[in-house]
């Protein structure tokens, strides 16, 4: 069965230091891969996807970045981190050859926190 | 622009009620799909349905259901009998067609937080 991995799992980090939030699956082959955010009790707002290695989508203009080394690791990054860059980064994957009813799976998230 | 739209913001229900959360969405295509998850204090988020646009039948799952108005553009999640462990934030969201959404994302709405009471 297939798998998702993040971490950390929560993560406190000073204004302007670097940040790596790191997700891999397990199980699957060339899945699409996402990065989402969170706001406090808020929706899910996309950062970026990928559906494949070394190609990244960026949905909004920001201060992170993602790659996409591995065909199953993703990395979410920034050089300098700023106050707004808080709140609960979530990554999730689906089959690359899934249809519209493939749904998306969720690893259990990192909560940012930027002081 | 918002193209899925749950304006309940909390719902309360008592245990072993039914309760119905509302999700509105917006688009000018026949082919869509819509689904609802989970997401308990915990952070995850967990799939609960799915419902394609061409799809006739609602869709069931377990205490879970659908209900799905296309001309409304409406699809609710029905939750029957309520159970303490329900309470959590649900959130509804769209997949537009593949066509021109390559990367298979998915839109989500803002979430209603359900609280069941014992």
């Known amino acids: 069965s297939q798998t998702i991995h993040q971490w950390p799992a929560t993560l406190v980090q000073p204004v302007g230091s670097p940040l790596s939030l790191e997700c891999t699956v397990e199980g699957t082959s060339n899945p699409n891969l996402y990065w989402y955010r969170q706001a406090a009790g808020r929706g899910l707002q996309l950062l970026f996807y990928?559906?494949?290695?070394?190609?990244i989508s960026s949905e909004v203009p920001q201060n992170l970045s993602a790659s996409r080394p591995q065909d199953r690791q993703f990395i979410l990054s920034s050089k300098k981190l700023l106050l707004s860059d808080s709140g609960f980064y979530l990554c999730?994957?689906?089959?690359?050859?899934?249809?519209?009813?493939?749904?998306?799976?969720f690893g259990n998230g990192t909560r940012l926190t930027v002081t | 622009a918002q193209k899925i739209t749950q304006t309940q913001p909390g719902m309360f229900v008592q245990e072993k009620e039914a309760v119905t959360l509302d999700c509105t969405y917006d688009t000018s295509d026949q082919s869509y799909g819509l689904f609802w998850y989970k997401q308990p204090s915990s952070g995850e988020m967990i799939f609960l349905i799915y419902q394609g646009s061409y799809d006739e039948q609602n869709a069931t799952e377990g205490r879970y259901s659908l209900n799905f108005q296309k001309a409304r553009k409406s699809a609710n999640l029905v939750i029957s009998a309520s159970q303490l462990g329900d309470s959590a934030m649900y959130f509804c969201a769209m997949r537009e067609p593949l066509i021109y959404n390559q990367g298979g994302k998915l839109i989500f709405g803002q979430g209603t937080e359900l609280s069941v009471k014992p």
């Open positions: 999730a994957w689906k089959l690359g050859t899934g249809g519209i009813n493939s749904p998306l799976h």
């Open positions: 990928s559906v494949g290695i070394g190609q």
